[in-house]
Structures are given as C-alpha cells and as structure tokens.
C-alpha cells in the first residue's frame, strides 16, 4: 500500500501464487528459516498445478446480460494460473458454519464497471479469518484508482484497505485475537512464521491464505473483502481478514485517530523511525507533504533532527508542516529542477571552523547536502479540488531527491520513480536506497509502540485529519482524498 496507486502503467490484474500458513507448516523447518527463497520454492510448486480458475478474465458484458465471473479463491503474487483442484481444496477449508454467517452489513463493492454501496450478505468464514466491525478507516490515495470505471473490474471487490474496529468472530484456529479485542486491520501481514518475519523483515512478510470471497450480493454475486492488490477491505461495515493482518490494540483513543496508522502516516513514520532511523541533529528533507510525508516529518522531528525540510506545492500542506515540526518548507513551483536542490543544499551547508582568517572543516562533521530524503510524491492523474495547487509539470522527481543527500546518505522512495535516473549519480555516491511501503516494520511490535507516541502527545494524529465523513459518504470521502482537498479523509463507522 501507499505506493501512490493512481500510476497510469500500474497493472491491477488478479494472478495466483502466494505463500499460505498451511503451505508453510506443510513445509519442513528449513522452509521456515529460508524466508523469500522457501517463498518462492512454495510458489512455483503451486504454480505448477495446471488450470486456469483463478485469473483475471476479460470480462466484455453482452448487451442486456447481466453475468459475472463466479470465482471462489483469488490467489496472490505472480506465476503461471492454478488448478481448480487446487482452488476447490482451499474453498473446501471454508468453516461448515459460523456465527456471523448470513449477516448482512453495507459496503462499497468495485464490480464490473461500476463503483457503488451494495448490501452484502456474509459467508461462513475460514478457521484462520477474523470478522471485524469497522469504527473507522483512513482513505488512502492509493485506493483512489478505483473511481476511475475506464477498465473493468472481473471480480467483486470492496474497496479501500484497512480499518480500525472490534472482533466479532474469529475462525476456529485463530491464536492471535479473540472477540470483544479492539484491533488494527494493518495494510500488510506478519506472521512472524516466515522467514522474513524471523529476520526482522515483517514489511516482507510471505504467509498469506489465498482469497476467499468472504460474501454475496443480491444476486448472488460473490465479493472479496480480501484480496489481490488492495489487502483487506476497509470501505465496509463490516471485515474481513486472515489473523496475520490483525493488531490487537488496547488504547482508550478515538477511532480516526487510530486511522492514522493503518497505512500512509505510518508508512512515512516508520521510514523516519524503524527503517533508517533519523540520527539525533541530522538533516532530513522530505519531498511530498501529503499524509506519509506529514508522517515522516513528525518521525523526524521525534527522532531529534536538527533541520527538517518539507517540499510541496499545496499551501496549506507546507503551512500545516510547520505545525508538525518542520524547519522549512520549499514550493517547487518556485524553482527550476535544479534550482530546487540548490536551494536544499544552501539549508544544509557543510560544517565549517571560522577563525576569521580562514575556513576548514570541523573534524567528523557534516558534508553539504542532506542526511535523509524521503521522495513521498505521486503522480497527479486526478484534478486537484480548487485553489489547491498543481506540481511543476516534467520534473524528475526522484533524480532531485537523490541528488539532495550528501555522500553516504539515505535515499526511500515511497512512490514510483519518474523520470531517468542518472545512473552515474547512483553509482558514485555510495547512497543507499531503499523502498517504503510498510518501511521495515514489525507492525505487531511496532503499532504499539506508534500508539504509544500518540498518547504521549509525540505524534499528533489529531492533526492529521482532513475530514470525516459517515458510512454513506464513501465515495465523497475518496474525492476528497483523491483531489488533495484534505491532508487525509476518514470514514468513521460509529
């Protein structure tokens, strides 16, 4: 998540292949330890089953026929399509019966070619789902792509990811939560049973059940409230999703404000706090001021940064970064392409001795330039609401946050590069960089500690809310957030 999802190339296509907790438990101990590898070797033997049940079709809807594409299991990653057997195997693991099985709840559903509120009816759930009443959920601008209808959607999908809310039933081998828990519906898993989650590297966490379609419409028509690229559901009253996606949370905190950490504001704290920590008086530049960078300048400021630069052509994004500890912010409007890293380097000068006859560098300082970038722009496909301003147009975004760190400094991207990267900037500089989607996070061990911040004043979450809206404004809610009218849109449940 939070890669910025309306990229005009981005393929949103359903394909199989992931890695479930059964396939790993089946597996021997060295498959635990192994992690991507014994990912993998996990994924290419289901890929070799032969069939085609699970991939996406290209649905064209005859005129006057109303048909749809009768899908049980969506399996994950990428590889060659599996077998129906494979596909039945797993639909056949589908509880006989459950608590919440018929209930019926209001959800936003993509289908076909249209985007819209439907009453769905819930299915028996999986002895390793969990099923949430939604308190709220954070509308995240990578979930925007879906008001665009120009391609079809094959299969039945929520829209949105993630939620704050309350258990309401839990499959029969869930060990992680259990009914009444207030939880956390993460944007990624962890299992902490793979071998990336053994290492440390939950944000690559490979256990994951393939998808089930968790409930009908009206017509029979199954719906995915989990599923291939979005994660679990989160614009629905009600969730659906395997454990290893579930927070058990325990503050006495308002819901939206919960919100703020399913996924963008904790993604741009997490890049500033877990994945390469901001050292205490260095300097961090963070282009795109929207709620993962808003999230990386508190984690800046938390972690003890000296100069904190902001770097955005909304106004009231660069004003309200003032106010969440940033020591400057920059209108790229305001400088040519190169122009706007010179102006970078001259607020981060190198260290300098004066003794008023001549100038050298302190012993073990600063080089000119920043210690930190964090690029946490996206494209801008939709129209911006009125009177919120546009980015410079042709720019290669990622080429100027490279070349604003100094030697030996930290590179996290968070969006998709635009643009050529000069390869001999990448080469000589010894930088390093690095994704930041979930950046390094453990978040069983690491939302805990984010909430932490939030009780203690460290992290305003508060401020951080653009707008809320209720359950029958979904789709005003992701206009807001899609045309950057607010720093963040929440859809609150309660």
């Not at 990622?398 to 080469?427: C, H, I, M």
Request: with cysteine; glycine share 10%; proline share 5%.
């Amino acid at each position: 998540m939070c890669i910025c999802g309306d990229h005009p190339d981005q393929t949103r296509t359903f394909i199989n292949a992931g890695l479930s907790r059964r396939q790993l438990l089946r597996g021997s101990a060295a498959a635990v330890l192994s992690g991507g590898a014994a990912a993998m070797l996990g994924q290419q033997a289901l890929a070799q089953q032969a069939g085609s049940a699970a991939g996406q079709s290209s649905y064209t809807p005859p005129a006057g026929a109303q048909t749809f594409q009768e899908h049980e299991v969506i399996f994950w990653g990428r590889g060659e399509d599996v077998s129906e057997q494979a596909a039945a195997e797993i639909a056949a693991e589908r509880q006989t019966s459950s608590r919440t099985a018929g209930m019926q709840f209001r959800a936003q559903v993509s289908y076909q070619d249209s985007l819209s509120m439907e009453t769905l009816t819930l299915k028996p759930i999986h002895p390793l789902q969990v099923v949430i009443q939604n308190e709220a959920v954070q509308v995240c601008y990578s979930a925007a792509y879906q008001l665009n209808r120009s391609r079809f959607q094959d299969n039945a999908v929520v829209a949105g990811h993630g939620g704050v809310g309350r258990v309401i039933e839990v499959g029969s081998a869930v060990k992680r939560v259990q009914v009444g828990d207030r939880v956390i519906l993460s944007a990624t898993p962890n299992c902490g049973l793979c071998g990336q989650c053994l290492r440390g590297n939950g944000d690559n966490c490979v256990v994951r059940l393939p998808a089930l379609s968790s409930a009908t419409m009206s017509d029979g028509t199954p719906v995915y409230l989990t599923a291939p690229v979005m994660g679990p559901a989160g614009h629905s009253e009600i969730l659906i999703a395997d454990e290893e996606w579930v927070v058990a949370v325990f503050p006495d905190l308002p819901a939206d404000e919960l919100s703020m950490l399913i996924c963008a504001p904790a993604v741009g704290l997490g890049i500033t706090t877990v994945k390469h920590p901001i050292e205490v008086g260095s300097d961090a530049v963070i282009y795109g001021l929207g709620p993962l960078g808003m999230g990386a300048v508190q984690g800046a400021r938390i972690q003890g940064a000296e100069k904190i630069i902001g770097i955005d052509p909304i106004s009231y994004r660069r004003e309200l970064a003032m106010q969440m500890g940033a020591t400057h912010v920059l209108d790229p409007n305001d400088y040519s392409e190169s122009g706007l890293v010179d102006a970078v380097m001259a607020l981060t000068p190198d260290e300098v001795a004066d003794n008023g006859s001549y100038k050298r560098h302190y012993l073990g300082e600063r080089q000119h330039g920043a210690l930190y970038a964090i690029e946490a722009t996206a494209t801008s496909q939709y129209p911006h609401a009125p009177g919120v301003e546009m980015a410079p147009e042709d720019v290669n975004i990622f080429e100027q946050v490279y070349a604003s760190v100094r030697p030996g400094g930290y590179v996290t991207s968070a969006g998709f590069p635009r643009g050529d990267v000069n390869s001999r900037l990448v080469a000589w500089s010894n930088k390093t960089i690095s994704g930041g989607n979930f950046p390094g996070l453990n978040v069983l061990s690491d939302l805990p500690k984010f909430i932490n911040l939030v009780e203690r004043g460290m992290f305003d979450a508060r401020a951080m809310i653009g707008r809320v809206y209720g359950p029958d404004q979904m789709r005003e809610a992701m206009e807001g957030a899609m045309s950057r009218e607010y720093l963040t849109t929440v859809i609150d449940f309660t």
